[in-house]
């Protein structure tokens, strides 16, 4: 089971499913799924996924590094769109924030935790639990 803490405690709920990914915008740097069965399984170990939709859907958003100081300059669709699902394949809680920088702290993530987020914002920035680079 899936759990999160944080300022705003994101709810997590497992419930894997596979579906049909977007491509990804133009001129976008990040490394993102486009395959036709997108979902959970496919988050790449040591790394921290996203997904626009619930149940790892739509296109994902993989961070290899857990601390990223603007996370919406990776991935096309963070500036936007709402994260709606996460895997943490890193080895490390990974927290994140509303704003680039490590501002405004939403929650964080254990390792090895996947599920929906329950919260209604765009994720700016990520950052691994005690480093310090950032506020935990």
Known sequence: MSVAT?????????????????????????DMSTSAAAGYADCPKNKICFWPDFNARGTRCTYENTNHKNT?????????????????????????????????????TTSGDSGNLSGRYTIGSLCRHNIGACPN
């Open 72 to 108: 919406q300059a990776k991935c096309f669709w963070m500036a936007d769109k709402m994260a709606k699902s996460i895997y943490n394949r890193t080895g490390h809680r990974v927290h994140y924030y509303l704003d680039k920088n490590f501002k405004k702290r939403l929650g964080s």
């Open 6 to 30: 944080g300022l705003l405690a994101p709810a997590l709920a497992v419930t894997p499913t596979a579906t049909a990914t977007t491509a990804p915008g133009p001129g976008s740097t990040a």
